[in-house]
């Protein structure tokens, strides 16, 4: 299953971009940037997922957001977002895991 540990290299490059661009949110202390990167990150990751994975999966992380947030506080509204789909992720890499056992 080759195919399947391609999938899940892909899931982990764009688990740590999305790390990445959180680091970078916080030290720069521009959480709109942040969210602006999040959400074209979002699009070529549900791409990405489309390529490797195939389309019902790019789909569901496609329409995965996070929900209400009343924090006021934006960056800890950036990290709620990102982590929602970052569990995403990382439960799909799973799935794939266990499909090549």
């Known amino acids: 299953m080759p ?16 790390n990445t661009i959180f680091k970078q949110a916080t030290q720069d202390l521009n959480t709109v940037r942040g969210q602006e990167r999040v959400k074209a990150w979002k699009k070529r990751t ?10 019902k999966d790019a789909q569901r992380f496609a329409t995965t957001s996070p929900g209400p947030s009343f924090s006021n506080d934006l960056v800890e509204e ?5 982590e ?15 499909a090549k056992s």
Do not use: C
């Not at 195919?3 to 999305?18: C, G, K, L």
């Not at 950036?78 to 990102?82: F, P």
């Open 84 to 98: 929602v789909y970052r569990t995403f992720l990382q439960t799909l890499a799973r799935q794939l895991e266990q």
């Open 78 to 82: 950036l990290s709620d977002e990102i």
């Open 46 to 55: 549900g791409e990405l997922l489309a390529q490797h994975i195939g389309p």
């Open 3 to 18: 195919q399947n540990q391609s999938a899940i290299e892909m899931i982990t490059r764009q688990i740590d971009e999305v």
